[in-house]
């Protein structure tokens, strides 16, 4: 009789962890949350400050909401050189690299990457002076009608925190 509860707590065990595995999966991010109001529909990103959340972006993500995306934030200007990549990132995405009063300087696609190494991925350059990056779903901005020299609300976003 003791061995049949014991396997039965191991078994109520295993069904409460599996219960609140998917409210930890879906929390993946610590980032900073924030709203940003886009061609009159609201977009939620996270927010990458530092160097290790910007390195990270969104790689190892199987999906991404069709209202979300992620800014990229730096405390100075970023050359045009700055390059942006893909590695173990599976989803396409479009970038819009914007100067600090939020226009948009620039917009790229950029194609998933499954290479073994970082070195394999193509690297999707600026070409122009940046401030932040917001990566959307590919196709985002079009959909929005959001052009080069257009205005995003990211200013408040890029202050430090």
């Not at 879906?26 to 980032?31: A, C, G, Q, V």
């Not at 226009?103 to 950029?110: L, S």
Request: aromatic residues 8%; proline residues 6%.
């Amino acid at each position: 009789m003791k061995r049949t509860l014991y396997v039965s707590g191991w078994m109520v065990l295993g069904l409460f962890a599996l219960t609140l595995a998917p409210a930890f999966a879906e929390e993946r991010s610590t980032l900073e949350r924030a709203t940003l109001e886009i061609a009159g529909e609201t977009l939620s990103v996270e927010v990458a400050r530092q160097a290790e959340e910007r390195a990270q972006g969104l790689m190892d993500r199987d999906t991404l909401a069709p209202d979300a995306g992620m800014l990229f934030v730096y405390e100075a200007q970023q050359s045009a050189e700055t390059a942006f990549w893909m590695y173990r990132t599976r989803i396409p995405l479009d970038i819009a690299f914007l100067g600090a009063n939020g226009e948009v300087r620039a917009i790229r696609r950029m194609l998933p990457c499954q290479a073994a190494s970082s070195a394999e991925c193509p690297r999707y350059a600026a070409e122009v002076p940046f401030r932040a990056a917001l990566e959307v779903n590919a196709g985002y901005f079009r959909r929005h009608g959001i052009e080069v020299s257009d205005r995003l609300p990211v200013v408040p976003l890029l202050s430090p925190h």
